[in-house]
């Protein structure tokens, strides 16, 4: 048909819960929304006409971790990413990324979390998952007005996290913000990067940028995407095909 029809009951506000962060599954059966009241994230499935929670919430370690601010799922729904922000033993505001899989009930933290730098807000994060949910991709902008993106792979032997390559990309100026979203592909070799660009009173162009994984380094796929006009704020949200990366979906506000 041609009209969008909508997947079970609305899931209602509960308990004060305001969402946040949001991811699907690949076949759109699983939720994953992040609570930003409660500090925490629930992950619903598709039963029927209804939503149903899957599992236990999964929440913050502290009270000052503003957990699941950044969530995304692998295609089967069962790996769960979070990006979350909390003050560390200096009072600076650092991100912290941890990766979880479904264990009958519960949500079972897969290896250490990984602690990020100081960033610039508590919204300054972006977190992708790869389809099988063994490689991670983190983007933060930093204090400083920099940015980083790392792309991390589960070392199953181990259970640790091992850093694929490279920082993919650093933002070089004040006026030069990158990573505001991001998105793998399937394999996780690929991870599309949106930038934006800015007069430090507002934004004023974006371009969003495709790199792929060669030995050790990012090398840039083609060239980058600009938005149409310089009061477009192009690539404020992207995503990849789940094959190769080589279509892109990329949602703009003006």
């Known amino acids: 048909g041609t009209a969008w029809a909508q997947l079970g009951n609305d899931i209602e506000e509960a308990n004060g819960m305001t969402a946040d962060g949001m991811a699907l599954s690949g076949d759109g059966a ?10 925490n994230c629930r992950v619903f499935q598709l039963n029927g006409a209804s939503w149903a929670q899957l599992a236990q ?4 370690e502290a009270g000052g971790d503003l957990s699941c601010q950044r ?4 295609a089967d729904g069962t790996t769960l990413g979070v990006g979350a922000s909390g003050d560390d033993s200096t009072g600076k505001l650092v991100s912290r990324f941890r990766v979880y899989r479904l264990s ?3 949500w079972v933290q897969l290896g250490p979390q990984i602690v990020g730098e100081a960033v610039a807000s508590p919204s300054s994060m972006s977190v992708a998952l790869s389809a099988d949910g063994s490689t991670i991709a983190l983007g933060t902008l930093l204090d400083d007005a920099t940015s980083r993106c790392r792309i991390y792979r589960l070392n199953i032997e181990d259970t640790v996290w091992v850093q694929l390559g490279h920082d993919v990309i650093k933002g070089e100026a004040v006026a030069y913000l990158t990573g505001f979203d991001m998105a793998l592909s399937a394999d996780g070799t690929k991870v599309a ?3 934006h660009v800015s007069n430090k009173i507002n934004y004023r162009a974006s371009q969003l940028h495709v790199y792929m994984l060669s030995g050790a380094a990012w ?3 083609g ?3 600009d938005g149409s006009s310089w009061g477009e704020q192009s690539s404020i949200s992207v995503g990849v095909g789940a094959d190769d990366a080589t279509t892109l979906a990329v949602a703009a506000s003006m």
């Open 193 to 195: 990067i949106s930038t």
């Open 57 to 60: 919430p999964v929440s913050g």
């Open 30 to 39: 699983t939720l994953v929304v992040g609570d930003k009241t409660a500090h």
């Open 223 to 225: 060239r980058g995407i």
């Open 71 to 74: 969530v995304a799922l692998s």
């Open 219 to 221: 090398v840039q796929l």
């Open 104 to 106: 009958g009930t519960q």
